[in-house]
């Protein structure tokens, strides 16, 4: 067998000639071991996952009501829906309105929660239990308790609003505070973020801090220099979490508002429900369903894009 | 072992065929689509062992075990036969069926309604019944309702055996009328001086806020569905023609505004957070909340359970200058095309449409029998409670049902129910929430008419 050095050469000349590395027996062997080891996940992932994206995007230049063939009709589901359909931009609104709001709020209480977490406070094992169990409850079981909360006469929230002398208003039974109602609700689940960031801001190591103290920064200025940069990548990855999960909002609208009232609360993904399951409209939910990927795609790459600004990485020279 | 060159391209290479291959199949043309639009007359009813599978929504115990039987008298009546129900929650019957259907195997029978009927026949999944009723010695269409069948026969094809239906009537708690010093709701159809204002008048007569907070305690009615008032007042959701939305007419928008001011004006019927927070209709009934509400036949089975609830039923007012309308739902069964052999699924539809089984739906289920003889019997007429539920059969002669159109249910949902639902929250006019879901109903229209 040849040395690992001669094959490092060979491969290194052939890369010159601009030809590919030939494998040698043992890694070709090893390549096969490493994709049979994957192979789950890879045929999962074409068979259930990018077969029935590009399905769906046949799917989304037909007519299809499921008995019939789909009819071939090119773009006019995409036409329809940009320039046609009234619903789809409601739904484009209520969506982008959900999302501005509930992703930054969602963070910065992520952040707080977890740098209270963070500190050596008594029973805070506890209260990471605590604030994290929103997040493992069923949706659904969340959403039918937070009907009652809502509830503008006989709910907790309007309840305590009255202590003040105040009629609170008819959240989900009206098309003004549905929105904020849902948006409000889905701050409970900040618990989520706030495991991702705790985990970032115990990963920071303590001579930063030290170092930042002998150099006589306060603790503002230590969260400011020495917390936030470090702990960038994590907020990059929870934002960009956060805003594919809010897209994606439908449970709540589902069960709690029936995307009313007066569509009020109809989320994109709702829309896409309601078009291929109540409708069976499925050329035409595709077509939904695949503006909902690009826009997703877009915001996300545009996010990771921006993030060359904004986001250190500990160890890079130069701090970006 | 000689092993080939496997470069990373070539794997992605075969993992993407492997993906085409899976995107082929999912694009595939779907089966289903070609069943017989009537029974194959060369079809014989072989002894050979057969499964047979009626499909049906709703999972609550007493269904169960009705078509439990209803399976079991299949096979005495034909022992090679094995026949079954498949049963599914109501909200996912459509999506389950019609998947069934795509996939080659839909059920031998299905259960059909106001609802799912239209739906089916638009999507042309079912089979006329008519030629198996034709040549049948056993059966006749002419035991059932004539109104049930003339209503479901489009074109001269009728897709479902009825089974029962659901007369809309005025369900009234007898005490609270009595402490309001009323008296018992008339029990005629045509007597026209129970109309819209005596029903007003009533609701109000019965509105109270008996601990004196300043909030209502038992309110006058609740309506639960405001399309039976659409046709009491001479409206529908669609013109004559069925070409364009018919909200805009003056009897439509009339009967609307009259039900929006039942709340916003009159305060004789909770709000939407109200209901919420008590419970359904039925509940709030229960719990004398409510003195009057709008249901079908289903209210009798919960109500009869409820000891000491002192109830009875009247029929729908009717609105000044109109004739009296007998709202109902009814539903049956049918024969989904492409099934294994059409003649082994009307001989289950017949049992599942019999005397026995119309028996059952009176006396378990509840509701109406779609067989008049039987509703008229001891079996639904002369049960005990509610003592005049002669007022449901009086309904027949003016049975008025759901249009029948193949998109009503995206022509409500999507168009109507929306705006109307603002109009009844006090957030917009009835004429502004008309004329937004308008347009929205003729572009439904004219997409399913293919203008």
């Known amino acids: 067998m040849r040395s690992r050095q001669a094959q490092i050469g060979q491969a290194a000349d ?63 589901n995409f036409d329809k829906l940009l320039f046609k359909d009234d619903l789809f931009w409601q739904s484009i609104k209520v969506t982008v309105i959900y999302v501005i709001f509930r992703v930054p709020v969602s963070a910065v209480l992520s952040l707080a929660l977890a740098l209270l977490m963070n500190q050596q406070l008594a029973g805070r094992r506890l209260f990471r239990t605590i604030y994290y169990l929103p997040a493992v409850i069923p949706l659904v079981a969340v959403s039918m308790m937070w009907i009652w ?7 907790v929230l309007n309840s305590f609003i009255r202590l003040f002398g105040i009629e609170g208003p008819q959240w989900i039974h009206s098309s003004r505070w549905a929105l904020p109602a849902l948006i409000i609700m889905s701050l409970w689940q900040v618990g989520t973020g706030m495991v991702i960031f705790l985990a970032g801001l115990q ?118 | 072992m000689t092993v080939g060159k496997l470069s990373r391209r070539h794997f992605l290479q075969g993992s993407a065929l492997v993906a085409g291959g899976a995107f082929v199949a999912a694009c595939a043309p779907v089966a289903g689509d070609t069943g017989a639009a009537v029974a194959d007359e060369g079809e014989s009813m072989s002894e050979e062992p057969i499964e047979l599978v009626a499909q049906y929504w709703g999972t609550r115990p007493e269904f169960i075990e009705d078509r439990e039987i209803l399976a079991q008298r299949m096979t005495e009546k034909f022992p090679n036969v094995t026949a079954s129900q498949n049963s599914v929650p109501g909200g996912q019957y459509g999506e389950k069926v019609l998947t069934a259907i795509a996939a080659g195997t839909p059920p031998d ?30 059966f006749t269409f002419d035991v059932f309702y004539p109104r049930i069948i003339e209503l479901g026969t489009t074109e001269g094809q009728l897709v479902t055996v009825p ?152 029929p729908l007012p009717r609105a000044a200058g109109q004739p009296p309308v007998g709202y109902t739902q009814y539903y049956g069964h049918g024969i989904p095309k492409g099934t294994q052999s059409a003649d082994w699924s009307w001989e289950y539809l017949k049992i599942i449409s019999d005397e026995e089984s119309n028996i059952t739906v009176a006396q378990t289920i509840g509701d109406v029998p779609a067989m008049r003889h039987i509703a008229e ?72 008419w293919g203008n």
Not at chain 2, 408 to 433: C, H, Q, W, Y
């Open chain 2, 163 to 314: 089974r029962g239906w659901n007369p809309f009537v005025i369900y009234y708690n007898r005490a609270l009328f009595a402490e309001a010093g009323l008296d018992d709701l008339p029990t005629s159809w045509e007597n026209d001086t129970w109309n819209w204002d005596s029903f007003l008048e009533t609701a109000q007569a019965l509105t109270a806020d008996s601990d004196g907070d300043g909030r209502t305690d038992v309110y006058g009615m609740f309506f639960p569905y405001w399309y039976p008032f659409l046709r009491l007042g001479g409206g529908d959701v669609l013109s004559d023609d069925q070409q364009s939305s018919g909200l805009g007419s003056p009897e439509a928008l009339a009967a609307l505004q009259w039900l929006a001011d039942l709340r916003l004006t009159h305060g004789v019927s909770p709000t939407p957070a109200e209901i919420e927070g008590l419970g359904s209709a039925q509940d709030l009934f229960t719990a004398g909340r409510v003195a009057m509400f709008t249901a079908g036949a289903w209210g009798i089975g919960a109500l009869t359970r409820v000891e000491g609830l002192d109830w009875d039923v009247g």
């Open chain 2, 377 to 448: 019997s001891e079996h639904f007429a002369g049960l005990p409670k509610p003592p005049t539920r002669q007022v449901f059969i009086d309904s027949a002669p003016h049975m008025q049902v759901w249009p029948t159109i193949a998109p009503i249910t995206e022509i409500m949902s999507r168009a109507i129910t929306p705006e109307l639902n603002l109009a009844f929250l006090g957030e917009k006019s009835v004429e502004d929430a008309v004329a937004a879901a308008g347009p929205q109903v003729d572009e439904i229209l004219a997409a399913f």
């Open chain 1, 149 to 155: 909360i809502f509830n503008p006469e006989y709910g």
């Open chain 2, 109 to 138: 029978t299905m259960q059909l309604n106001h609802r799912w009927e239209p739906f089916f026949r638009g999507q042309e999944a079912l089979l006329n019944v008519i030629p198996f009723a034709d040549a049948d010695d056993e």
């Open chain 1, 14 to 76: 052939e890369l010159a000639a601009g030809k590919r590395p030939r494998m040698s027996g043992i890694a070709r062997k090893e390549a096969i071991a490493g994709y049979v080891a994957i192979s789950p996940w890879l045929l999962g992932f074409l068979i259930f996952q990018l077969a029935p994206i590009l399905a769906a995007f046949y799917i989304s230049s037909t007519e299809w009501r499921i008995l019939s063939a789909p009819e071939f009709i090119g773009v006019r």
């Open chain 1, 203 to 320: 990963g920071i190591p303590a001579h930063l801090y030290e170092a930042a103290t002998i150099d006589g920064a306060n603790t503002w200025q230590r969260f400011l220099k020495v917390t936030l940069p470090m702990l960038s990548p994590v907020v990059l990855f929870a934002l960009v979490m956060n805003v594919i999960g809010s897209f994606q909002i439908f449970t709540q609208a589902y069960i709690m508002t029936a995307g009313g009232p007066g569509n009020a609360t109809l989320f994109l993904v709702l829309y896409i429900y309601r078009n291929a399951f109540e409708w069976f409209h499925m050329g035409y939910a595709s077509a939904l369903a695949w503006v909902l990927f690009v826009v997703v795609l877009v915001i996300s790459l545009a996010m990771l894009r921006s993030s060359e600004h904004w986001v250190h990485y500990e160890g890079r020279i130069g701090g970006a």
